[in-house]
């Protein structure tokens, strides 16, 4: 894999060899040099016998040993940086809470808090790629001490909006498409400022611990709004919002650059927006992940509209009811990111398989006949969900080139986050025209079905192919290289 710029401050992990498929044409396209593709070079011949172990498309293994749960804590720069985003997670859940109560108290409408909703993530979604663009041109720290500046910023204009008694519903609006605009850089650029602190050997441990702290900030922020907002009104919450982002600036200023990893800013040029989009497609181990993901992200992560619906229709319960279930599932997807801080490597099997049982598991609780099996299966759905979402990131970011970084890290985020507001009308009429449960059965159909195409291309990609040995005391399932079976057709 080309280097490009930046790779000699913080070079790209090699990632393991990732046969190509014997399609007999022309490879031209693959972007692996000659000697990995069966191309002139000291790899060509016969091919060696391999496990099917060795043969299987795996992600960057940067870790030789497992590592303790928190050991990204142990740098610096990632402490600091950790602490101030627990802090501003928080203020940011409690804005959540605090905004959707806001809009709904001055309008009375569902519609309106789904408009301000879609006005901060439709940024996202169309200008998603720009931002990478954005984030690989420049460094990311400065990006960021600017990005959350200007996050911190709204939360205060709404607090001063608020507070003053002046506050109107297009207010609302305005900050949140601000707001929306923010994160089309500061996602990227807060992606790929990971491995700038941690380096490629931490990098899936840190992605993990900040997907825990994302989840223990949700289990604390909803909490903490509601009290604020009962007791002060909606006003208050969105000030501490703000403030909250004091926290993540200084942690940054903080920071010692002479310890970060950092990638050369890539030149302004022309197509490179292009280029990105071109990389991304013709690497196999960057595409499938970031398909997979799109496909979860739009039809499988609707739990707002599935949630409400068995509360509603299936229950018939009330709010505190709906606030358990989300609780439930934050506690899960917590367990996930601690247990996926532990792992020291992140494979193709991994993913695909966290997928199937991600969609199994939905299928399942759509038919649960108890309000209590039914919670109980939020919890490992939530688990698997965020394994998902921890080992495609984590593996995208080592497989990417470091002047590519952002602008993959962009394309990501756009789908997994954009993918939603896409996906939700469509879910959501499927399930009010046949009801919670179908409406949930559908979405983990979708995901098992996406789980089980990629896997096979991956397999496919690999050299691999699905065996089927139903015979007592053997492996009923498993993947076998290609080329054993061409070797042993003959000896059959």
Same mark, same amino acid.
């Given at each position: 894999? #080309?280097?490009?710029?930046?790779?000699?401050?913080?070079?790209a992990?090699?990632p393991?060899?990732?046969?190509?498929?014997?399609?007999?044409?022309?490879?031209s396209g693959d972007p692996?040099?000659p000697?990995?593709t069966?191309?002139?070079?000291s790899?060509?011949?016969a091919?060696?016998?391999?496990d099917?172990?060795?043969?299987?498309?795996?992600?960057?293994?940067?870790?030789?040993?497992?590592k303790?749960?928190?050991?990204?804590? &142990?740098?610096?720069n990632?402490r600091?940086?950790?602490?101030?985003?627990?802090?501003?997670?928080?203020?940011?859940?409690?804005?959540?809470?605090?905004q959707?109560?806001?809009?709904?108290?001055?309008?009375?409408?569902?519609?309106?808090?789904?408009?301000?909703?879609?006005?901060?993530?439709?940024?996202?979604?169309?200008?998603?790629?720009?931002?990478? *663009?954005?984030?690989?041109?420049?460094?990311?720290?400065?990006?960021l001490?600017?990005t959350? #500046?200007?996050?911190?910023?709204?939360?205060?204009?709404?607090?001063v909006?608020?507070?003053?008694?002046?506050v109107?519903?297009?207010?609302v609006?305005?900050?949140?498409?601000?707001?929306?605009?923010?994160?089309?850089?500061?996602?990227p650029?807060r992606?790929?400022?990971?491995?700038?602190?941690?380096?490629p050997?931490?990098?899936?441990n840190a *992605?993990?611990?900040? #997907?825990?702290?994302?989840?223990s900030?949700?289990?604390?922020?909803?909490a903490?709004?509601?009290?604020?907002?009962?007791?002060?009104?909606?006003?208050?919450?969105?000030?501490?919002?703000?403030?909250?982002?004091?926290?993540?600036?200084a942690?940054l200023?903080?920071?010692?650059?002479?310890?970060?990893?950092?990638?050369k800013?890539?030149?302004?040029?022309k197509g490179?927006?292009?280029?990105?989009? &071109?990389?991304?497609?013709?690497?196999?181990?960057l595409?499938?992940?970031?398909i997979l993901?799109?496909?979860?992200?739009?039809?499988?992560?609707?739990?707002p509209?599935?949630?409400?619906?068995?509360?509603?229709?299936?229950f018939?319960g009330d709010?505190?009811?709906?606030?358990l279930?989300?609780?439930?599932?934050?506690?899960g997807?917590?367990?996930?990111?601690?247990?996926?801080? &532990?792992?020291?490597?992140?494979?193709?099997?991994?993913?695909?398989?966290?997928a199937l049982?991600?969609?199994?598991?939905?299928?399942?609780?759509?038919?649960?006949p108890?309000?209590?099996?039914?919670?109980?299966?939020?919890?490992?759905?939530?688990?698997f969900g965020?394994?998902?979402?921890?080992?495609?990131?984590?593996? *995208?970011?080592?497989?990417?080139?470091?002047?590519?970084?952002?602008?993959?890290?962009?394309l990501f985020?756009?789908?997994?986050?954009?993918?939603?507001?896409?996906?939700?009308?469509?879910?959501?009429?499927v399930?009010?025209?046949?009801?919670?449960?179908?409406?949930?059965?559908?979405?983990?159909?979708?995901?098992?079905?996406?789980?089980?195409f990629v896997?096979?291309?991956l397999?496919?990609v690999?050299?691999?192919?699905?065996?089927?040995?139903l015979?007592?005391?053997?492996?009923?399932? &498993?993947?076998?290289?290609?080329?054993?079976?061409k070797?042993?057709?003959?000896?059959?």
């Open positions: 894999m #080309s280097t490009g710029p930046g790779a000699d401050s913080a070079p992990p090699e393991e060899h990732i046969p190509a498929a014997d399609t007999g044409g022309d490879r692996r040099p000697d990995e069966g191309g002139s070079g790899r060509t011949g091919p060696r016998p391999a099917a172990r060795d043969a299987a498309p795996t992600l960057p293994r940067v870790e030789k040993e497992r303790g749960t928190f050991s990204s804590l &142990r740098i610096r990632y600091l940086f950790a602490t101030g985003q627990v802090v501003s997670n928080t203020g940011t859940w409690m804005q959540r809470i605090a959707d109560w806001l809009v709904l108290s001055l309008t009375g409408s569902s519609t309106a808090v789904g408009i301000t909703t879609a006005l901060q993530f439709l940024p996202m979604l169309f200008l998603g790629l720009y931002g990478g *663009v954005i984030a690989d041109r420049f460094p990311k720290r400065k990006l001490l600017m959350q #500046s200007a996050m911190g910023l709204t939360g205060l204009a709404l607090a909006l608020t507070l003053s008694g002046h109107q519903v297009w207010h609006y305005l900050m949140a498409f601000l707001l929306g605009l923010v994160t089309v850089v500061d996602n650029a992606q790929a400022f990971v491995v700038e602190m941690v380096g050997e931490d990098l899936r *992605v993990s611990l900040n #997907s825990a702290n994302f989840q900030a949700r289990l604390v922020g909803p903490v709004a509601g009290v604020l907002i009962t007791a002060f009104g909606s006003g208050w919450a969105f000030l501490l919002n703000g403030l909250s982002f004091v926290a993540p600036v942690s200023l903080l920071m010692r650059r002479s310890e970060l990893h950092e990638v800013p890539t030149p302004r040029g490179q927006l292009r280029e990105g989009l &071109r990389y991304v497609a013709e690497s196999p181990q595409i499938w992940p970031i993901v799109g496909f979860i992200g739009t039809f499988g992560f609707n739990f509209i599935w949630l409400t619906a068995f509360v509603d229709d299936v018939q709010a505190g009811m709906y606030g279930l989300n609780t439930l599932m934050a506690t997807s917590l367990a996930g990111a601690l247990l996926a801080a &532990r792992r020291g490597t992140s494979r193709m099997r991994l993913l695909a398989g966290a049982l991600f969609g199994v598991l939905e299928i399942t609780a759509a038919l649960a108890t309000f209590w099996l039914f919670a109980m299966l939020l919890v490992p759905i939530g688990m965020l394994t998902i979402n921890v080992t495609a990131n984590s593996s *995208v970011q080592l497989a990417t080139d470091p002047a590519m970084r952002g602008r993959v890290m962009s985020m756009m789908v997994f986050m954009g993918g939603t507001p896409l996906g939700a009308p469509l879910v959501g009429w399930t009010d025209a046949f009801g919670a449960r179908i409406g949930f059965m559908a979405g983990g159909v979708v995901s098992a079905a996406a789980a089980v896997g096979l291309m397999a496919r690999g050299g691999l192919k699905l065996q089927v040995d015979r007592p005391g053997r492996r009923h399932v &498993r993947f076998v290289p290609r080329a054993r079976e070797q042993l057709a003959p000896a059959a």
